[in-house]
T-cell receptor, first 111, second 114 residues
C-alpha cells in the first residue's frame, strides 16, 4: 500500500528563519511526487512536481528536492504570507492517476 | 481564467435528503476526481473519471455516486446522506495524456449532515 508521511506536523518559524519540511514515501513505483499549499478553507494549490531522484525545482522562496525515499521542501527566509499547510502527494504505478496524500505540515511564520 | 468550480460552497442538510455537488472545469482535462478531507485523515479519493462515461471507485466510495456525461462536468451525488459524510469535499482535474498531469483543485464544498 502506498504511504506518505510528512514531518513535522506543525512548524513555527520566525520571519527570515529558513527550514525544511520532510515527506517520506513508500510506493511500488513512483510516477510523480507533488507538493501543494493549502490555505484554511481553500483548495490545495499546486506548487511542484518531481519525477526522479536528484530532481530539484524552485519557486520564489521554496525549493523542492527528491531522493528515492523522501522529498524536502526548503523554505528560505520565509515571510508571514508563507504560512499555510503544505501537502505532499505521490502517484504510483498502476494507481490510475490517484494521488495519495500525506497529512500535511502546518507552517506558521511569525513577523 | 483556468479553474475548477464547485457548487454549492457550503451546504447544511439532514440525514436522507438527496443532494448533488457540482464540479466543472474549463481546462479540457480528461481526468477528474473527488476527494474528501477530514481532520487527522487527510485527503482521500472518493471516485475518479478518466474520460466521459468512464468512472471508477477510489478509496472511500461508499455512500457516493458520480457521473461523467460531459468532459467538463463531474457531479458528486449523495443519495441518502448520513452524518459520517460531514466533511470538506474537493473536486480536482488534470490532463493524463501529456507529461503535465498535476491535479488542480476546486475551492471546496463544506457539507454538514445533521
Amino acid at each position: 500500500e502506498d504511504q506518505v508521511t510528512q514531518s513535522p506536523e506543525a512548524l513555527r518559524l520566525q520571519e527570515g528563519e529558513s527550514s525544511s519540511l520532510n515527506c517520506s514515501y513508500t510506493v511500488s513505483g513512483l510516477r510523480g511526487l507533488f507538493w501543494y499549499r493549502q490555505d484554511p478553507g481553500k483548495g490545495p494549490e499546486f506548487l511542484f512536481t518531481l519525477y526522479s531522484a536528484g530532481e530539484e525545482k524552485e519557486k520564489e522562496r521554496l525549493k523542492a528536492t527528491l531522493t528515492k525515499k523522501e522529498s524536502f521542501l526548503h523554505i528560505t527566509a520565509p515571510k508571514p504570507e508563507d504560512s499555510a499547510t503544505y501537502l505532499c502527494a505521490v502517484r504510483a504505478d498502476g494507481s490510475n492517476y490517484k494521488l495519495t496524500f500525506g497529512k500535511g505540515t502546518l507552517l506558521t511564520v511569525n513577523p | 481564467e483556468a479553474q475548477v468550480t464547485q457548487n454549492p460552497r457550503y451546504l447544511i442538510t439532514v440525514t436522507g435528503k438527496k443532494l448533488t455537488v457540482t464540479c466543472s472545469q474549463n481546462m479540457n482535462h480528461e481526468y477528474m476526481s473527488w476527494y474528501r478531507q477530514d481532520p487527522g485523515l487527510g485527503l482521500r479519493q472518493i471516485y475518479y473519471s478518466m474520460n466521459v462515461e468512464v468512472t471508477d471507485k477510489g478509496d472511500v466510495p461508499e455512500g457516493y455516486k458520480v457521473s461523467r456525461k460531459e468532459k467538463r462536468n463531474f457531479p458528486l451525488i449523495l443519495e441518502s446522506p448520513s452524518p459520517n459524510q460531514t466533511s470538506l469535499y474537493f473536486c480536482a482535474s488534470s490532463f493524463i495524456w501529456t507529461q503535465y498531469n498535476e491535479q488542480f483543485f476546486g475551492p471546496g464544498t463544506r457539507l454538514t449532515v445533521l
